[in-house]
């Protein structure tokens, strides 16, 4: 349960870092969040800009609590907080018909879908599977490499989950 426990701190860490990556990486790209967080009409007009400074923040700090084994239970907790509320936000805008693009990983072209709302269900369990297995205990260096580096290869589809989408899609 230790390297199960780690895969998902890595994965959650490293999906988290490239969200909040994404939206902090200067004054350009975090307006593009907040425009992309007001076109979804999800948030109050008044309330788009801190919500999302909010929500950057939050992102920033759920890698930085995974990566330390003492507050990983704190940083998982909040990561399933968060995409609970993502996973709540995509199932708003699908209901209501909206066509916005997700601003999850930086500004995006790609209008959500229903694999938006899966992908969130899939890392929701992903951090509720962490909750389950951390703790105590301790595993080799080797092992503790090894899922450390199978998170990072399952964040990667996840953040580029688009992209790998579009390039099997068939032409219309």
């Not at 968060?82 to 936000?89: H, K, R, S």
């Not at 909750?131 to 301790?138: D, E, I, N």
């Amino acid at each position: 349960m230790f390297y199960t426990a780690v895969v998902c701190r890595a994965f959650l860490g490293f999906v988290f870092l490239a969200s909040a990556c994404g939206k902090l990486r200067g004054r350009a790209a975090f307006g593009e969040f907040a425009d992309g967080l007001a076109a979804l009409r999800v948030v109050p007009a008044g309330r788009v800009r801190p919500v999302a400074m909010v929500v950057a923040g939050a992102e920033a700090v759920v890698p930085v609590l995974l990566i330390v084994p003492a507050s990983a239970a704190a940083g998982l907790t909040l990561a399933v907080l968060l995409l609970g509320a993502f996973t709540l936000a995509v199932g708003v805008v699908l209901w209501r018909g909206t066509v916005a693009s997700c601003p999850c990983f930086g500004a995006s072209r790609t209008a959500f879908g229903v694999r938006h709302v899966v992908r969130n269900v899939v890392l929701t369990v992903v951090g509720a599977v962490g909750l389950a297995t951390v703790g105590g205990g301790s595993g080799r260096v080797a092992g503790v490499l090894l899922a450390a580096l199978t998170g990072a290869v399952l964040a990667s589809l996840i953040i580029r989950l688009d992209d790998i989408v579009a390039l099997f899609a068939l032409p219309n």
